[in-house]
């Protein structure tokens, strides 16, 4: 049973190679459905051990105490936050929550309390590492072509940043090897090293690229004072450590110089100050997230609630930012505002505790206790911009569980022995743990690949309704969400109405069932509401959609949304109105071409080209095609030209920040209505920019062409 014990506990290290994209969400849903299994099945194998051997029972440690602590304290802020349901059980997308949290803290329990000998430790992480370099070397091979052009490496994690931060980790990982074992162990490990370091530098992570930088900085300060490190290597390190200072230094004060815009990687790094859309997302959903914290700060919103904060709170700013973010992209304030400072402090005490213990002991050395340091400091760095996935959480809670081995392994037992009764417990904790942490996300899972690809939308509409019916826990929202984005495609196709309401109606209750589980979420009653207008049913659809718009007062997405239906539904009043109350709150000019859209239909001409006159330069030229129908639908093609005349001319003609489709439209107008000096111009500029290396002579030679009467089309196609 030993045995088999210890090769379970290997087999979780190769969670990260799990990927057979059979389900949704392959890179999260698979690997942490086989995590849990395996933890299932490492439950009950660990209870029979531990009632036959009591060495085998959790000690009274302060580490232990403070994980028990933080899984209290979890499931609190799930019990009194905002959602239950989402806090407990999660979702597909992400399979965290408090279950997930559970299954990380049983993995640490069973593995703190099974390996006794070093040896199975280094063994341990020697294959963990194995994995991590397989990682990256099978994204190297099936992404090699993506990497020639400048992508980032993802592998089978999914996510660059993910592997980042994977990677660093188990750079840590390969240096506590090195500190404790001897022989073909060290030498093959060292192999791992130039390795993980190529993975990391081919993620182009920006956060794990610093949390290496400063992890490895205070790695090698403890070094420094390490009296095993003779005088020569410790003035070498001192230089090297200055040096690599100076050196970004330099970097981040010369980003436009030829080497930075030459490296992905460092361009990447040098331009996170200057980022226009990842930085300044990141800082808007900090800002939304501390509002969230200001609002519940002793046990927070619960885990997997922070959309409802984004939905409330959400900044007009972030116009161009359309996802509904259910992360704040830093753990620290994720912890704030799902546990409060509960929550927060709950989470940081098993590190405090490590940080603690570990520059207080006299069992490490210095460069033991810079690898315990910089790991934390690693981690720490990388994930204050973003977050953790199960593969860093495993490889943390196996270094938790490590420093425990090596600290604390001579407390006493928190109970003498097992009891058969304790035998029961765990047996019971792991079938329910299969039923509902397993099987059922697999089920749903596999149903939801059925639906998508069912051809026949009877047999769709009957899966919907039985595969909801057999939902429990977690995952049902995704089933909600997934079958509704069938919508468009049944919307389209050439099948029976009758049959086309049957899928709305399953969807539809669907739900509405959803909405009794998580009244006040706010992208599924878009999502219910939008299924309502798709179907007809306009005042269900607005009064989903005005509950989303008191959940979500300035989110202009589902403002416009609700705007829309107003319109379909004749409240056109109603509609000038809310895109009135839209441009107040985010200043974007779009609203205005929708206004001209509902005054075309009232065929109030006067009105119309004062809407569209009001349109800044930048919606006018995406929505390009939108303006051009309202001009043609009333015969107003000369107005069209005049309005991209005084544009040009009240923006120092700034043509060339034209797009390709502004001067289709322009030469055309003009060509329609006989000003054909103006449309050879503008096919003149057309050709000058995307003629791919035409000569001037050519350009001039079309120009006079369509002086002479041919049509401006040709040049376009």
Not at 516 to 528: F, M, T, V
Not at 677 to 692: E, W
Not at 704 to 715: D, I, T
Request: hydrophobic content about 45%; charged content about 20%.
């Amino acid at each position: 049973m030993k045995k088999l014990l210890f090769i379970l506990i290997l087999l979780i290290t190769l969670t990260p190679l799990v990927l057979f994209e059979k389900l949704p969400f392959p890179f999260v849903t698979e690997k942490t459905l086989y995590f849990r299994l395996l933890v299932d099945i490492l439950l009950i194998v660990w209870a029979i051990i531990a009632f036959r051997d009591a060495e085998y029972l959790p000690r009274k440690t302060p580490l232990n105490i403070a994980l028990l602590g933080l899984g209290i304290v979890t499931f609190l802020t799930a019990l009194f936050g905002h959602d239950f349901h989402s806090s407990f059980w999660s979702g597909l997308e992400r399979m965290e929550g408090a279950v997930g949290l559970f299954y990380s803290l049983i993995f640490f329990f069973v593995l703190s309390n099974s390996f006794k000998k070093i040896e199975q430790w280094h063994l341990l992480f020697l294959i963990s590492c194995s994995v991590a370099c397989v990682v990256v070397l099978i994204g190297i091979f099936k992404e090699l072509e993506m990497l020639k052009t400048g992508e980032r490496l993802f592998s089978s994690l999914g996510n660059p940043t993910y592997l980042g931060l994977y990677l660093i980790l188990h750079l840590f990982l390969v240096g506590f090897i090195l500190t404790n074992a001897s022989g073909n162990i060290r030498k093959i490990s060292l192999l791992f090293i130039p390795i993980l370091l190529i993975g990391v530098i081919l993620t182009q992570s920006r956060s794990a690229f610093l949390g290496l930088f400063l992890g490895g900085l205070v790695l090698m300060g403890f070094v420094l004072f390490s009296a095993k490190i003779s005088a020569k290597i410790r003035w070498s390190i001192g230089c090297f450590v200055s040096i690599s200072i100076l050196s970004i230094a330099v970097l981040f004060s010369a980003d436009d110089s030829k080497l930075v815009k030459q490296s992905a990687l460092l361009s990447r790094v040098v331009s996170v100050a200057k980022s226009k859309t990842t930085g300044v997302s990141r800082l808007n959903n900090w800002k939304i997230a501390y509002e969230g914290f200001k609002e519940k700060p002793i046990l927070g919103w619960g885990q997997e609630n922070y959309q409802y904060v984004f939905a409330k709170h959400f900044l007009p700013e972030m116009y161009n930012d359309a996802p509904w973010y259910d992360r704040s992209h830093n753990f620290l304030l994720d912890w704030l505002v799902s546990g409060g400072i509960l929550g927060l402090l709950s989470f940081l005490a098993p590190f405090g505790l490590m940080f603690w213990f570990t520059m207080r002991s006299g069992k490490f050395s210095n460069i033991q206790k810079g690898l315990f340091i910089g790991f934390i400091v690693a981690y720490f760095v990388n994930n204050f911009f973003g977050f953790d996935s199960l593969t860093g959480t495993i490889t943390v809670f196996m270094v938790l569980a490590y420093w425990q081995f090596e600290t604390q392994s001579d407390k006493a037992h928190i109970f003498p022995k097992l009891t058969i009764w304790g035998v029961f417990i765990c047996v019971l904790l792991s079938s329910v743990g299969f039923y509902y942490g397993y099987l059922q996300p697999l089920r749903t899972s596999k149903q939801i690949v059925k639906i998508m690809q069912e051809p026949d939308l009877q047999q769709t509409i009957q899966q919907i309704q039985l595969g909801y019916s057999n939902a429990i826990g977690t995952g049902t929202s995704d089933f909600a969400e997934q079958v509704s984005f069938l919508s468009e495609k049944v919307g389209k196709s050439e099948i029976a109405n009758e049959m086309k309401g049957g899928y709305y109606q399953a969807v539809s209750d669907i739900l509405k069932k959803e909405a009794e589980k998580h009244p006040e979420h706010p992208r599924l009653l878009s999502i219910q509401s939008s299924i309502n207008a798709d179907r007809g049913a306009f005042n269900e659809a607005i009064t989903g959609f005005e509950k989303v718009q008191a959940l979500a007062p300035k989110r202009h997405i589902n403002l416009m949304q609700l705007a829309g239906v107003y319109t379909r539904n004749q409240q056109t009043e109603k509609a000038l109105k809310l895109y009135d109350d839209i441009y107040k709150i985010n200043g974007h000019g779009e609203v205005f071409i929708f206004k001209s859209m509902i005054y075309s239909e009232k065929n109030d001409t006067l009105n119309i080209w004062k809407e569209l006159q009001k349109v800044d330069n930048k919606n006018f030229i995406q929505k390009i095609e939108m303006i051009r129908f309202i001009y043609g639908k009333h015969n107003n093609l000369q107005g069209l030209v005049q309005e991209f005349n005084r544009r040009e001319k009240q923006t120092a003609k700034l043509s060339y920040q034209y797009t390709k489709q502004i001067y289709f439209e322009w030469a055309m107008a003009a060509y329609v209505t006989g000003d054909l000096k103006q449309s050879a111009d503008q096919v003149f500029r057309y050709l000058c920019l995307f003629g791919n290396g035409m000569d001037v002579n050519t350009t001039r030679q079309h120009r006079e062409a369509v002086r002479n009467g041919r049509s401006p089309a040709e040049y376009f196609q």
